[in-house]
């Protein structure tokens, strides 16, 4: 998380948004925060929800190995000040996040993944063009064929959508800024190196919707 001075609702905001991406899947970490309000009271958990004039703020329980069950709605305009812990690893891949697969497994797992989409209906090669060959684009390649087979599923699960996929004979992966787009045959899906804006399969879903 880059250090700067920052007002209180963008920060929330971009908290809120870093829990539903890594609620979406994204191994990322998500700091606990704490509220520190005008009446003296504070607040410590995760940011669920920012919606003026109110952030909606999850409790952590007692062992911070369970999901939050408590939820606490305070009034943006109450807050003082917030501490975000352990900043430093905020935004980063947590520290269970799984290492970088080789090239070897990296084929292996898209063999998977084109296996399983063809059993929804698409009968599309998954390729990779991929020009680094670093940790990190191994890992972003990977995250995004598992986005891939997720969304590709979801969009093959109505007769519209499997329709719209058939005139692809190539679905490729690649390291980009736009999500998807369609060249010629093949169905063009792509994620930056930095996993904090990895698409999640949702957010991949409404890209492929949007361009077929």
Do not use: C, N, Y
Not at 51 to 67: A, F, T, Y
């Amino acid at each position: 998380m880059e250090r700067k001075a920052r007002d209180i609702p963008d920060l929330l905001q971009e908290l809120a948004g870093w829990k539903a991406r890594a609620d979406g899947g994204l191994p990322i970490a998500v700091p606990v925060v704490t509220l520190w309000l005008r009446s003296g009271a504070r607040a410590t958990g995760l940011v669920a929800d920012v919606r003026h004039p109110v952030v909606l703020l999850l409790q952590l329980s007692e062992d911070r190995r369970q999901e939050p069950s408590d939820a606490v709605h305070v009034p943006l305009a109450s807050v003082e000040a917030v501490t975000v812990h352990d900043d430093l690893r905020a935004g980063q891949a947590r520290p269970d996040a799984p290492a970088p697969p080789s090239k070897l497994e990296l084929g292996r797992r898209l063999k998977l993944a084109e296996e399983a989409i063809r059993a929804a209906g698409v009968q599309a090669r998954l390729v990779v063009q991929l020009k680094e060959e670093g940790e990190d684009a191994l890992r972003a390649i990977e995250a995004l064929a598992a986005a891939a087979r997720i969304a590709l599923e979801k969009v093959a699960a109505r007769e519209d959508g499997k329709a719209a996929l058939q005139p692809f004979s190539e679905v490729r992966l690649a390291l980009g800024a736009e999500p998807a787009k369609v060249e010629g045959a093949t169905l063009v899906l792509a994620t930056p190196v930095e996993l904090l804006f990895w698409p999640t399969a949702d957010e991949l879903l409404a890209k492929i919707e949007a361009a077929l």
